[in-house]
T-cell receptor, first 114, second 113 residues
Framework: GNSVTQMEGPVTLSEEAFLTINCTYT??????LFWYVQYPGEGLQLLLKATKADDKGSNKGFEATYRKETTSFHLEKGSVQVSDSAVYFCALRSGSGNTGKLIFGQGTTLQVKP | DVKVTQSSRYLVKRTGEKVFLECVQDMDHENMFWYRQDPGLGLRLIYF???????EKGDIPEGYSVSREKKERFSLILESASTNQTSMYLC????????????FGSGTRLTVV
C-alpha cells in the first residue's frame, strides 16, 4: 500500500542554518505530494505541494522537488528562523476520487535556537 | 480562504459524558475527516465522510461515531467519554480530486477527567 517515511526528529538547528528534512514515499500511480506544518497548539497548515514529477513546490522560503526516480520529496530551507520551529509532515494523496485519502508521515519536529 | 472551524479549542469533560465535537467548512468540500493526534503516534484517522449522510470507519473508530446531516458540517461523537480519549482532535476537509490537499481546523484539545 501507499506509505510515507520521514526522517526522525527532533532536528535542532541554529538560526540561519540550512534545513533538510528527508521524505520518501511508496505509491502506485502518480501521487500528489505535500508538506504540512504544525505550530505548537495549532492544526496543520499546508506549506507546499507538487502534483507531478519534477515539480517544485515553494512557500515562505521552503522548497521541495518531486523526484519520481528516487521517490522523494525532501523539504529544504536555506536559512531557518526561530519562528520555523514546528512539526513538519510529509504526505501523499493518490488514487482517484473518493479513494484518494491523504497518507501522512510520522512528522519531524524542528527546533531552531537563536 | 478556505476555512475549517472547530467549535472549541479546549474542552474538559467527565468520564462517561457524551461529547460532541463540531466541525464546519465553508468551501463546499465533498470530503471531511476526523483525526486524533497523540505524542509519538502521529495522526490517526477516526472517521471520514465522502458525502452527506455517508460515513466510513478509519483506522481507530472504536468509541466514536459521526454525523453528517449537512454538507458543511461533520460532527464527532464520543458516546461515553473515557480518559484514554484525552487527545488533540483535528477536523479536515477537501475536494474529491487528488490534486488537492486537506484543509485543517485549529484542533480541539479534549481532556477527559
Amino acid at each position: 500500500g501507499n506509505s510515507v517515511t520521514q526522517m526522525e526528529g527532533p532536528v535542532t538547528l541554529s538560526e540561519e542554518a540550512f534545513l533538510t528534512i528527508n521524505c520518501t514515499y511508496t505509491a502506485t500511480g502518480y501521487p500528489s505530494l505535500f508538506w504540512y506544518v504544525q505550530y505548537p497548539g495549532e492544526g496543520l497548515q499546508l506549506l507546499l505541494k507538487a502534483t507531478k514529477a519534477d515539480d517544485k513546490g515553494s512557500n515562505k522560503g521552503f522548497e521541495a522537488t518531486y523526484r519520481k526516480e528516487t521517490t522523494s520529496f525532501h523539504l529544504e530551507k536555506g536559512s531557518v528562523q526561530v519562528s520555523d520551529s514546528a512539526v513538519y509532515f510529509c504526505a501523499l494523496r493518490s488514487g482517484s476520487g473518493n479513494t484518494g485519502k491523504l497518507i501522512f508521515g510520522q512528522g519531524t519536529t524542528l527546533q531552531v535556537k537563536p | 480562504d478556505v476555512k475549517v472551524t472547530q467549535s472549541s479549542r479546549y474542552l474538559v469533560k467527565r468520564t462517561g459524558e457524551k461529547v460532541f465535537l463540531e466541525c464546519v467548512q465553508d468551501m463546499d468540500h465533498e470530503n471531511m475527516f476526523w483525526y486524533r493526534q497523540d505524542p509519538g503516534l502521529g495522526l490517526r484517522l477516526i472517521y471520514f465522510s465522502y458525502d452527506v449522510k455517508m460515513k466510513e470507519k478509519g483506522d481507530i473508530p472504536e468509541g466514536y461515531s459521526v454525523s453528517r446531516e449537512k454538507k458543511e458540517r461533520f460532527s464527532l461523537i464520543l458516546e461515553s467519554a473515557s480518559t484514554n480519549q484525552t487527545s488533540m482532535y483535528l477536523c479536515a476537509s477537501t475536494q474529491a480530486v487528488t490534486l488537492y490537499g486537506y484543509t485543517f481546523g485549529s484542533g480541539t484539545r479534549l481532556t477527559v477527567v
